[in-house]
């Protein structure tokens, strides 16, 4: 059971992460604190795309074994009305376990994406002589408080939807199950993006600045005084696509590998 979700969950998370990249990079150059144009434009479309590679199965992977481990612990509320609330405490355990993986490799690719001329390698040397270790995590507060918003977010959409979807026809199809995914991802990402942005401002941000301390709270007003409203929605768009599209590619990548190893 719990190879078998590893490895589903490992490689429908490397489908979404390398289809989608450069939605990703054009997002994060769209929230970076020197511009769009000054981060790179559209060269270079693929900057950071290894350590991407190198985090997007284990980091999927993690969060899957654990979201289904915890929910398996609830198993018994599953057929209550409580079964939403258990799925996304379930989900929010996984993303803060998986977080663990996902924010060193998330850090050098933002770096690696803001800074193209820079190659992977290159930015994860200059993160350690720095910052050392402890560099690799900045974020990690904003990357858990983003996902665990999100997550909360899309639950009560999805529901939501899905509810209204089964008063109108009975039976929820997994066509439908997915077009309510997509929706509640799309309205979830759109909602969340302010976290976002403050994640890649904490993320990019030089060693020793009052931003690089990762005060959320502190970085959105920072945002906000200097770019406005447009500046908290920054890369909105992409990342709305990227999660709505990215919500059909994991699912059925997910289902597809999960079948071949039954």
């Known amino acids: ?152 977010c899309i639950h009560i959409k999805y529901w939501s939807s899905a509810v209204w979807w089964m008063r109108q026809g009975g039976r929820l199809d997994s066509w439908q199950a997915a077009v309510c995914g997509a929706l509640a991802g799309g309205v979830a990402a759109f909602v969340t993006t302010p976290l976002d942005v403050a994640k890649t401002w904490i993320m990019l941000a030089k060693t020793g600045t009052s931003t690089a301390s990762g005060n959320i709270p502190t970085v959105l007003y920072e945002v906000w005084r200097s770019r406005g409203i447009p500046g908290l929605f920054a890369g909105s768009i992409p990342r709305v696509t990227f999660i709505s599209m990215g919500g059909f590619i994991f699912l059925g990548a997910y289902e597809k590998v999960r079948r071949m190893l039954l």
């Open 1 to 152: 059971f719990i190879e078998r979700e590893f490895t589903a969950g490992g490689c429908a998370g490397m489908c979404v992460d390398l289809t989608l990249f450069p939605l990703d990079t054009i997002k994060t150059r769209l929230q970076s604190q020197q511009g769009f144009y000054k981060a790179g434009g559209f060269r270079g479309i693929y900057a950071g795309l290894p350590s991407a590679a190198i985090g997007s199965f284990p980091n999927a992977a993690v969060f899957f074994v654990t979201y289904e481990s915890t929910k398996s612990l609830f198993s018994g509320y599953s057929a209550t009305n409580l079964a939403p609330i258990t799925h996304m405490l379930a989900a929010s355990l996984g993303e803060i376990v998986a977080c663990l993986i996902r924010v060193p490799t998330e850090v050098v690719k933002q770096r690696t994406q803001a800074s193209p001329s820079l190659n992977t390698y290159r930015v994860l040397l200059n993160t350690l002589q720095e910052e050392g270790f402890r560099g690799l995590y900045r974020g990690y507060g904003s990357t858990v408080l983003r996902e665990v918003g999100w997550l909360s």
